[in-house]
T-cell receptor, first 114, second 117 residues
Framework: DAGVTQSPTHLIKTRGQQVTLRCSPK?????VSWYQQALGQGPQFIFQ???????QRGNFPDRFSGHQYPNYSSELNVNALLLGDSALYLC?????????????FGPGTRLTVT | GDSVTQMEGPVTLSEEAFLTINCTYT??????LFWYVQYPGEGLQLLLK?????DKGSNKGFEATYRKETTSFHLEKGSVQVSDSAVYFC????????????????FGAGTILRVKS
């Protein structure tokens, strides 16, 4: 049973560029959430997708956008990258009908902005 | 808004010592509570959970009890091992209105645990 997978593992970008991160949820899961984890801090919620719609959003600017596909996989896009966007980006999947319970995390994508 | 406060680390213990990592929370509803663990270079793994007051979550020798009266969810283990060295995150999920609005995890800042042999 495949868990949550993310790609790429590492990424280096320059300020002002755009980046796309990808996530495949755990088999059977239909909900994907994205989190940003800065060095030495806890993860911060970016947004959550279910049925290809953004259901809830954290306190992140519009430069952060996302998408969910019919197969439940998801993308996180960040435009006009800033140095402060350097972080580990975590994807988590869950089952919507199971309620507000545990989310299963992928290994993350380490983004470095120079 | 909802928030989670964890004891600051790092916590350094000798093997077989008793572990306590304190966690308190603030939430408007009746949240579910979680402990996640992050090993070096990896993502987060769910360690244990409790979904209502007085529930005790347990896994791999770790335990935590949901205390509504003190808004706490302290993590304990009777005898730590070197392999327990990791960062531990306390988190909550409010969940009220989730069927319409979705739900999110709110994390504490994490506590580094170092176990020496």
């Amino acid at each position: 049973d495949a868990g949550v997978t993310q790609s790429p593992t590492h990424l280096i970008k320059t300020r002002g560029q755009q980046v796309t991160l990808r996530c495949s949820p755990k088999s059977g899961h239909d909900t994907v959430s994205w989190y940003q984890q800065a060095l030495g801090q806890g993860p911060q919620f970016i947004f959550q997708y279910y049925e290809e719609e953004e259901r809830q959003r954290g306190n992140f600017p519009d430069r952060f956008s996302g998408h969910q596909y019919p197969n439940y996989s998801s993308e996180l896009n960040v435009n006009a990258l800033l140095l402060g966007d350097s972080a580990l980006y975590l994807c988590a999947s869950s089952l919507w009908d199971r309620g507000p319970y545990e989310q299963y995390f992928g290994p993350g994508t380490r983004l470095t902005v120079t | 808004g909802d928030s989670v406060t964890q004891m600051e680390g790092p916590v350094t213990l000798s093997e077989e010592a008793f572990l306590t990592i304190n966690c308190t929370y603030t939430a408007t509803g009746y949240p579910s509570l979680f402990w996640y663990v992050q090993y070096p270079g990896e993502g987060l793994q769910l360690l244990l959970k409790a979904t209502k007051a007085d529930d005790k979550g347990s896994n791999k020798g770790f335990e935590a009890t949901y205390r509504k009266e003190t808004t706490s969810f302290h993590l304990e283990k009777g005898s730590v091992q070197v392999s327990d060295s990791a960062v531990y995150f306390c988190a909550l999920n409010d969940g009220s209105g989730y069927m319409e609005y979705g739900n999110k995890l709110v994390f504490g800042a994490g506590t580094i645990l170092r176990v020496k042999s």
